[in-house]
């Protein structure tokens, strides 16, 4: 088979399509023909030698992929070969076959092609995990998402909405605010040119859930932006990772900070996640009240150019490697 490579750490041409050795299911696993996989920030961080797959994790990047069981390994059941699905991987997708757990797949929603499924396993389990799981989000309740215009921040404005919350969100630009607001988001904020905390008050006593991309430049005034029993679910550190924390002003909300990746997690963990996205977020996507947000899709073997592209902070949504068309 062929899949990319990361030849050494640097920028995004040291990714390259080569050939490797085809893998094999062991027990609980399936082999999936890939069709498709999508471009994560973790990826990117991957290239650049700064965030290591996890022990007995494949090399090669690609955190979700969409395709075809070509084989069952040992005490698998439940799936057949020719089954189209989508995964969640440790990595490994951006190849032309992956071996899974068979806790980690997901059937195809009902709304949504094989090539764009590839975007909707990594962010749908991260959200749902961290929001929904960890946070509570509930009907009625003010949620705010950072980095509106991203991956993750598509599929959280949708996932508020369908769950009755009404959604504020942060992006950079006029026209990225706009597209957020096409998926549904209430509340726009420019955070180039307006303070969070203080757009929040003018509309609310604060937000019950953040969902936080940023961590350490962010910290202060997420707490600030919380309202009494408020929850910050943090998912990322592109602003730091060491910020002082007011544990005063925490305990004076009687809130909550909790962070948590989604990689480097237990297969059964990861099992249980899936397991709850399956039956509780799926029938979203089967309905279409929310669906994947992707701006461009790549040929795999120009990975490269697919980084660039997420890197140049233009990207609206997710990338797409098709694999096979």
């Known amino acids: 088979m ?11 041409d040291v990714l390259e399509w080569t050939e490797q050795p085809d893998p094999e299911p062991g027990e609980g696993e399936v082999l999936l023909d890939v069709v498709a996989s999508a471009v994560n920030r973790a990826d990117l961080l991957q290239r650049r030698g700064l965030y290591p797959p996890p022990p007995g994790a494949s090399e090669v990047p690609g955190l979700e992929c969409s395709g075809t069981i070509a084989a069952l390994g040992p005490g698998v059941t439940g799936w057949q070969v020719g089954d189209e699905v989508c995964a969640l991987l440790a990595g490994g997708g951006y190849a032309e076959r992956v071996t899974v757990p068979a806790g ?9 092609d094989l090539i764009t499924s590839a975007a909707l396993p990594e962010v749908a389990c991260t959200v749902w995990s961290n929001v929904v799981q960890t946070a509570g989000l509930t009907h009625g309740e003010l949620f705010l998402v950072h980095g509106g215009g991203s991956g993750i921040g598509t599929h959280a404005i949708q996932v508020g ?8 969100v942060t992006a950079g630009s006029a026209s990225r605010l706009e597209l957020c ?3 549904g988001a209430d509340i726009l904020i420019n955070y180039r040119e307006q303070d969070f905390v203080e757009e929040l008050k003018q509309h609310t006593d604060g937000a019950n859930v953040i969902l936080d991309i940023m961590g350490a430049s962010y910290l202060d005034k997420n707490i600030s932006a919380l309202a009494t029993g408020g929850r910050l679910a943090i998912i990322g550190m592109q602003g730091g990772a060491k910020a002082e924390l007011n544990i005063g002003k ?6 909550s900070v909790s962070a948590a990746g989604l990689r480097g997690r237990p297969v059964d963990d990861k099992v249980r996640i899936v397991a709850d996205v399956r039956e509780r977020l799926w029938p979203m996507l089967d309905n279409g009240s929310v669906l994947p947000v992707v701006d461009q899709v790549v040929p795999a073997a120009e990975a490269a150019a697919a980084h660039r592209a997420l890197e140049g902070g233009e990207i609206f949504g997710k990338v797409v490697l098709a694999v096979k068309s």
């Open 2 to 12: 062929y899949a990319i490579t990361i030849r050494e750490p640097g920028e995004p």
């Open 104 to 112: 980690q797949l997901l059937p195809l929603p009902a709304e949504v």
């Open 161 to 168: 909405k369908a769950l009755g919350a009404t959604v504020a």
């Open 181 to 183: 607001g096409q998926l």
């Open 250 to 255: 925490l305990l004076g909300k009687r809130a």
